[in-house]
């Protein structure tokens, strides 16, 4: 079965701190993706990043970046130099197929990302 | 822009209630989705549709049931509420393609069971 891990629960920083939310996940499958998504306060889900299991580069998006290891199946975020908006809920998800072209996602627990100005 | 939809933002309802949290998407996209999401445990999938009128139970599918008679809408439906379905409902959908996709989400519906 699927499986995603955010051992991290709850992180605070000051900001401009730089700050790594870290993702784990199982899987027998290989090909998959991963995802990233953010939550903020007004409780929709926003999508940030997409990643398939053959493209181990690392992403920026301006200070965003993202660290996919697939000797370790990890799939790290970075925020550099972070700021009070970052406040919010960062979930980490892995797509299953589940016939031909369906895939559905499994996410995991969620990280409590506070930033204090 | 890809807009999922759901009918409320917030909702109370009674014990033994019968409750349709409604979702819909114009996007044209073929899967939907309704998760759960409580504190501590993430969002669990309660039951997904890959084509209308189908439906496939997620990871907690126990007192709830869902409709997809048109592409475009997907239903959930807690035949009598009770208090342990307290909780954000998010509902997603996402689009038919080999491998994964992202899924878009809905602003969630905040439902109190009293």
């Known amino acids: 079965a699927q499986k995603v891990t955010q051992a991290q629960t709850e992180i605070s920083v000051v900001e401009k701190e730089d700050v790594t939310l870290d993702c784990v996940y199982e899987?027998?499958?290989?090909?998959?993706?991963l995802f990233w998504y953010k939550q903020p306060p007004s409780g929709e889900l926003v999508f940030l990043i997409r990643?398939?299991?053959?493209?181990?580069q690392n992403e920026i998006s301006g200070r965003y970046s993202w660290n996919f290891q697939k000797s370790t199946s990890s799939f790290n975020f970075t925020i550099t130099a972070s700021q009070v908006v970052d406040s919010a809920v960062y979930f980490c998800?892995?797509?299953?197929?589940?016939?031909?072209?369906?895939?559905?996602?499994?996410f995991g627990k969620g990280i409590t990302l506070s930033v204090r100005p | 822009d890809v807009k999922v939809t759901q009918s409320s933002r917030y909702l109370v309802k009674r014990t033994g209630e019968k409750v349709f949290l409604e979702c819909v998407q114009d996007?044209?996209?073929?899967?939907m989705f309704w998760y759960r999401q409580d504190p501590g445990l993430g969002l669990r999938l309660i039951y997904f549709?890959?084509?209308?009128?189908?439906?496939e139970k997620g990871d907690i599918p126990e007192g709830y049931s869902v409709s997809r008679e048109k592409k475009e809408r997907f239903s959930l439906i807690l035949e009598s509420a009770s208090t342990n379905q307290t909780s954000m409902y998010l509902c997603?959908?996402?689009?038919?393609?080999?491998?994964?996709?992202?899924?878009?989400f809905g602003q969630g519906t905040r439902l109190t069971v009293v």
């Open positions: 997603a959908s996402s689009p038919r393609r080999q491998g994964g996709t992202e899924a878009f």
């Open positions: 899987t027998r499958d290989t090909t998959y993706y």
């Open positions: 990643r398939n299991s053959f493209d181990e």
């Open positions: 998800a892995l797509s299953e197929v589940y016939t031909g072209a369906n895939s559905k996602l499994t």
């Open positions: 996007m044209d996209h073929e899967n």
């Open positions: 549709s890959y084509d209308v009128k189908m439906k």
